[in-house]
């Protein structure tokens, strides 16, 4: 099996002072847009739209089909929200979008995506692969959903959030995901 890389740069606004890392896109033929979360089966755009707007459609397009990408982009912009995945590679064990067959090939640098947010002190991983995978190359103890802990790396120190997967695979409402993101989401000044 042939491995695949990373096919989109890291989203980091200058103003970040949060840094969301899911586990890798899905596969293209899967993607809404050319942006992170690009899933219409994943929840995370719902997510967001629901804790900023109280609408969790608020980043679909007008005819539902897609998220809006220019809407989503601006948002993350203004609010300091930085985008990327903990893997930069990986191998795709079965023809799917799931996690559970994904075998990570290269890990994230996550001391360079720091360095380019000097101002990013909360980390946020979005589900099992994504938390295991951090939680590896720091060190840190695997944690629960909403677990957080403490820890220094690039001469910061950061805290590490597990939030529950925005994957519709993952079998809980949106309202139910969005409570663990809104701890998080106000501590950092999100919302």
Known sequence: MESERHPLRPFL???ARLLMLGSFPPQRKRWSMEFFYPNLQN?????????ATGDKTHFLTADGRRFDRPRIEAFCRERGI?????AEEVIRLKDNASDNFL????????????GAIPACRTIVTTGQKATDTLC????????PVGGRVTFRLAGRELTLWRMPSSSRAYPR???????????????????
């Open 103 to 114: 075998q990570v090939v290269r890990e994230v640098d996550l001391g360079a995506l720091l």
């Open 13 to 15: 606004p200058e103003n």
């Open 43 to 51: 929840d995370m755009w719902r997510i967001v739209g629901l804790l």
């Open 136 to 143: 590896r190359t720091t060190g840190c103890d695997e944690l």
């Open 173 to 191: 409402s949106v309202e139910w995901k969005a409570a663990y993101y809104r701890q998080v989401f106000t501590e950092a000044g999100i919302i």
């Open 82 to 86: 930085a985008l990327y995945d903990t």
